[in-house]
């Protein structure tokens, strides 16, 4: 089952190996899914760093401390992970090795 957005209620009973019901239980929830909003605050341009430091942010207010940040370098149309960064107060960084010489993006 997948909860929208809004008010919900969860309820939840347990069937024992005898048959035996227990009540049903139930509890409000709601759901406030937001997307996230990633910003890479390291400047673009050339380097000749094959593992350059990236940094940036995430819209604190919907991520929690230590969710991840995965990164991602296209060169020549091929999109490839590079590495994953822990989110900490909001910010984030990691050292990534590109995928090769050229227009990485």
């Known amino acids: 089952m997948t909860l929208t957005n809004g008010p919900a209620t969860v309820s939840a009973k347990v069937t024992d190996a005898y048959g035996h019901v227990s009540t049903l239980v139930s509890q409000a929830?709601?759901?406030?899914?937001?997307?996230?909003?990633?910003?890479?605050?390291?400047?673009?341009?050339?380097?000749n760093q094959a593992t350059p430091t990236i940094s940036g942010t995430v819209s604190a207010t919907t991520?929690?401390?230590?969710?991840?940040?995965?990164?991602?370098?296209?060169?020549n149309g091929v999109t490839t992970q590079v590495g994953t960064a822990t989110v900490s107060g909001g910010a984030w960084s990691t050292s990534v090795t590109l995928a090769?010489?050229?227009?990485?993006?």
């Not at 709601?30 to 890479?40: G, N």
């Not at 991520?63 to 060169?75: M, S, Y």
Request: glycine share 14%; no cysteine.
């Open 29 to 47: 929830v709601t759901v406030a899914e937001t997307l996230p909003t990633v910003t890479i605050s390291t400047t673009g341009g050339t380097t």
């Open 63 to 75: 991520v929690a401390p230590g969710a991840t940040v995965t990164l991602f370098d296209t060169l």
């Open 100 to 105: 090769g010489n050229g227009s990485n993006s």
